[in-house]
């Protein structure tokens, strides 16, 4: 409103000119901005009687945040993030129709920073580097889909599963945003943040049994039906950063940040723990292995298996006096994977998927079923949810079973080019930044691994840490690279 006022006031002075009294010009922008407030106030009162409260808080943000996202985008990302990861919690942001809101807030940007670069004559697409290759192919593999599924096959959930890809624009906006140092660092703690703030509701939830977070809340077992499971979807890949973050600053042996990086690890630790995630629990510890590999060579992999039995031998005990149920729980599932294994369970319906998902590509290998098809026989179904025909767990067949056998060698362009940055960076690093980039190295691993098991690839949350963790790497490559950015040697 004030910029508004503003450029009606420097509208009206350049008319008053010429020797005229400035005294009009005060009274002629007094008149128009008055006029403008009530205006805006009768039509928020007719409109309260009609319209639900949540599409009038829309219609009222919704100028604010256009005008946030053209003049300061950056402050944007922060909402996006805190959108995407619930850090605002998704039951207080109303939907607008099948798009949620950080979607169209992510098409907004990405819209208004292409057109800003064409304006100022700059390259769009170079400061992706070599990401643009599978980007493109990304792009590529989608087209073919929608036209198949258009023309072929046609199915009602093609827009669902399409929408889904959107937040894969955060790569080049990220790319385009993250230029110098402050941006940089800027986007770490923004990560760290929101991690750790996920991370408290996560611990809130399966200590209180209050639903924050929109991810299941759940009964852990039936040997410890009286644990609370605590699911933050995505959201735990940012708390994985912030604990290989907090074990690498410690590496470095400075003391006065040891306390903050103990807080950082615990918060972090305590979030990853209630998730009871088995898959999620070995993947960080690869993760972990693998960046304090990169940080110190073998002394750094010894020291990381030293601070991470720490950490749980700490997080263990602290539990034991707090919630001692959830210590024995967490014990009890670390254990339990033999079990599980000869059980069925979850790991049964992930086996059973993936052979329906094979079965179906040995009929159409080049196109799968095509962008919201349904790929599993309804006879083995167990009635969990209502998408069940179509859902895997599994990303990387995934990609396959929806968009055909050629489809993995997006993930597989993805994950030869964040290795490359890796092996062209490991020993040209600055010690000072080796806590950042060894921890982005370690988060990118935990999601490529834990895809197996669950569609980090499709999903929104496991899509942005994907694309966060790459531009931190690709920024310190910029800095040292002569030749053009690239990730491929």
């Known amino acids: 409103m004030r910029e508004i006022i503003e450029s009606i006031n420097d509208f009206v002075n350049r008319r008053f000119r010429a020797g005229q009294s400035r005294g009009w010009s005060a009274l002629f922008t007094i008149a128009v901005g008055g006029l403008l407030v009530i205006g805006l ?31 300061w985008p950056l402050a944007s990302m922060f909402l996006f993030f805190s959108l995407v990861f619930e850090a605002i919690p998704a039951r207080f942001i109303p939907g607008l129709g099948s798009f949620r809101v950080y979607e169209l807030l992510l098409i907004l940007l990405f819209v208004h920073l292409w057109f800003d670069a064409l304006w100022r004559s700059e390259p769009f697409w170079k400061p992706l ?21 258009k023309f072929y096959a046609p199915n009602p959930n093609l827009l669902t599963e399409l929408r889904g890809f959107v937040c894969w624009l955060s790569l080049p906006i990220l790319c385009l945003l993250i230029r110098t140092r402050r941006e940089h660092h800027w986007l770490v703690v923004l990560a760290i943040s929101v991690g750790l703030i996920v991370a408290m509701y996560a611990v809130i939830q399966s200590f209180t049994g209050v639903s924050i977070l929109s991810s299941r809340l759940e009964m852990l077992d039936v040997r410890n039906s009286d644990v609370t499971r605590s699911i933050a979807g995505g959201g735990i890949y940012l708390m994985v950063f912030g604990l290989i973050w907090a074990v690498m600053r410690w590496m470095d042996f400075v003391p006065r940040q040891s306390l903050g990086n103990l807080a950082v690890a615990a918060i972090a630790a305590a979030g990853i723990a209630v998730s009871f995630g088995r898959g999620v629990w070995l993947a ?22 030293f601070a991470g039995s720490l950490i749980v031998v700490v997080a263990l005990a602290g539990l ?50 095509g962008l919201g098809g349904h790929y599993k026989d309804r006879g083995t179904l167990a009635g969990g949810f209502e998408n069940e025909t179509r859902y895997i767990h ?15 060698l997006f993930q597989v362009l993805m994950v030869f080019v ?10 040209r690093i600055k010690s000072a930044d080796r806590p950042v980039f060894c ?43 002569t030749a053009p950015v690239g990730g491929a040697a």
């Open 284 to 305: 960080a510890v690869v993760g972990l292995l693998f960046a304090s590999w990169l940080n110190r060579g073998a002394r750094g992999f010894f020291s990381a298996i």
């Open 439 to 481: 921890a982005a190295a370690g988060t990118f691993v935990v999601p490529a691994i834990t895809s197996y098991t669950q569609p980090e690839w499709i999903t929104a949350q496991g899509i942005v840490v994907f694309c966060t963790m790459s531009v931190l790497v690709l920024f310190y490559l910029r800095e040292h690279a």
């Open 41 to 71: 106030s009768v039509f928020f009162g007719m409109a309260a009687g009609v319209m639900p409260w949540w599409l009038m808080i829309g219609v009222g943000l919704g100028p604010i945040v256009l005008i946030v996202t053209l003049r």
């Open 320 to 369: 034991s006096v707090v919630k001692p149920r959830t210590a024995l729980a967490i014990v009890d599932r670390a254990l339990g994977v033999k079990t599980e294994i000869e059980q069925g369970g979850s790991y049964g319906w992930r086996a059973l998927e993936n052979r329906q998902a094979f079965a179906v590509l040995a009929r159409k290998p080049l196109t799968g079923v």
């Open 394 to 408: 599994n990303a990387y067949v995934g990609y396959m079973v929806k968009m055909g056998v050629h489809a993995v």
């Open 418 to 427: 964040f290795g490359a940055m890796l092996v062209r960076l490991r020993k």
């Open 129 to 149: 580097g070599q990401f643009r290759v599978p980007l493109l192919y990304l792009v590529f593999c989608l087209s073919m889909s929608v036209l198949y599924v």
